[in-house]
Protein backbone atom coordinates (compact mmCIF):
# COMPACT_ATOMS: atom_id res chain seq x y z
CA UNK A 1 0.00 0.00 0.00
CA UNK A 2 1.72 2.99 -1.48
CA UNK A 3 1.85 6.14 0.77
CA UNK A 4 -0.22 4.39 3.68
CA UNK A 5 1.94 5.91 6.53
CA UNK A 6 1.16 9.65 5.66
CA UNK A 7 -2.48 8.53 4.35
CA UNK A 8 -2.61 7.25 8.07
CA UNK A 9 -1.18 9.99 10.01
CA UNK A 10 -3.42 12.53 7.44
CA UNK A 11 -6.64 10.18 8.87
CA UNK A 12 -5.96 10.82 12.11
CA UNK A 13 -5.15 14.22 12.25
CA UNK A 14 -7.60 15.10 10.17
CA UNK A 15 -9.84 12.92 12.71
CA UNK A 16 -8.55 14.73 15.98
CA UNK A 17 -9.45 17.91 13.81
CA UNK A 18 -12.71 16.97 12.85
CA UNK A 19 -14.19 15.64 16.86
CA UNK A 20 -12.14 19.45 17.80
CA UNK A 21 -14.80 20.99 16.12
CA UNK A 22 -17.31 18.58 16.89
CA UNK A 23 -17.69 17.02 13.76
CA UNK A 24 -17.54 13.39 15.62
CA UNK A 25 -19.35 11.53 12.32
CA UNK A 26 -16.81 13.06 10.16
CA UNK A 27 -14.36 12.25 12.54
CA UNK A 28 -15.08 8.27 13.13
CA UNK A 29 -15.27 8.03 9.26
CA UNK A 30 -11.65 9.03 8.56
CA UNK A 31 -11.12 6.86 11.62
CA UNK A 32 -12.77 3.74 9.97
CA UNK A 33 -10.47 4.44 7.08
CA UNK A 34 -7.12 4.94 9.35
CA UNK A 35 -8.22 1.44 10.88
CA UNK A 36 -8.34 -0.48 7.73
CA UNK A 37 -4.91 1.11 6.54
CA UNK A 38 -3.69 -0.05 10.22
CA UNK A 39 -5.03 -3.79 9.91
CA UNK A 40 -3.45 -4.12 6.19
CA UNK A 41 -0.43 -3.46 7.65
CA UNK A 42 -1.41 -5.28 11.28
CA UNK A 43 0.06 -2.48 13.19
CA UNK A 44 -1.44 -3.08 16.64
CA UNK A 45 0.26 0.47 17.77
CA UNK A 46 -1.83 2.49 15.05
CA UNK A 47 -4.85 0.27 15.68
CA UNK A 48 -4.15 1.20 19.57
CA UNK A 49 -4.62 5.01 18.21
CA UNK A 50 -7.65 4.16 16.17
CA UNK A 51 -9.04 2.64 19.47
CA UNK A 52 -8.41 5.64 21.75
CA UNK A 53 -9.65 8.25 19.24
CA UNK A 54 -12.76 5.68 18.46
CA UNK A 55 -13.09 5.55 22.61
CA UNK A 56 -13.19 9.19 22.45
CA UNK A 57 -15.71 9.91 19.84
CA UNK A 58 -18.27 7.26 21.52
CA UNK A 59 -19.40 9.70 23.63
CA UNK A 60 -21.10 11.64 21.19
CA UNK A 61 -24.81 12.69 21.53
CA UNK A 62 -25.83 11.24 18.67
CA UNK A 63 -27.24 7.60 18.66
CA UNK A 64 -25.90 7.11 15.36
CA UNK A 65 -22.69 8.25 15.73
CA UNK A 66 -22.30 6.72 18.96
CA UNK A 67 -23.60 3.33 17.50
CA UNK A 68 -20.85 3.88 14.38
CA UNK A 69 -18.24 4.99 17.08
CA UNK A 70 -18.42 1.13 18.98
CA UNK A 71 -19.06 -0.74 15.63
CA UNK A 72 -15.49 0.69 15.10
CA UNK A 73 -14.21 0.24 18.73
CA UNK A 74 -15.47 -3.80 18.70
CA UNK A 75 -13.55 -3.92 15.06
CA UNK A 76 -10.54 -2.63 16.45
CA UNK A 77 -10.35 -4.86 19.72
CA UNK A 78 -10.98 -8.28 17.47
CA UNK A 79 -7.96 -7.18 14.86
CA UNK A 80 -5.82 -6.18 17.77
CA UNK A 81 -6.37 -9.40 19.88
CA UNK A 82 -5.83 -11.52 16.92
CA UNK A 83 -2.63 -9.39 15.70
CA UNK A 84 -1.45 -10.38 19.49
CA UNK A 85 -1.83 -13.56 19.31
CA UNK A 86 -0.51 -14.75 15.91
CA UNK A 87 -4.13 -15.70 14.46
CA UNK A 88 -3.91 -12.52 11.89
CA UNK A 89 -2.92 -14.62 8.43
CA UNK A 90 -5.15 -12.48 6.58
CA UNK A 91 -6.29 -9.14 6.15
CA UNK A 92 -9.62 -8.82 8.17
CA UNK A 93 -12.67 -7.09 6.67
CA UNK A 94 -15.86 -5.77 8.61
CA UNK A 95 -17.30 -8.75 7.38
CA UNK A 96 -14.69 -10.84 8.43
CA UNK A 97 -15.21 -9.89 12.02
CA UNK A 98 -18.92 -9.82 12.02
CA UNK A 99 -19.81 -13.08 9.86
CA UNK A 100 -20.55 -15.86 12.01
CA UNK A 101 -17.26 -15.38 14.62
CA UNK A 102 -15.31 -17.52 11.46
CA UNK A 103 -11.75 -17.30 10.96
CA UNK A 104 -10.66 -15.50 8.14
CA UNK A 105 -10.13 -17.94 4.84
Known amino acids: MPGA ?9 EAQAANARGQT ?13 AVFQNNAERLETVLSLANAAAG ?22 DIRSGKMKKKRSIADLFTFNREPR
Open 60 to 81: DRSASVRKDALRLTTYCEGCLS
Open 25 to 37: KRAVSQLWRAANI
Open 5 to 13: DSEFLTLVS
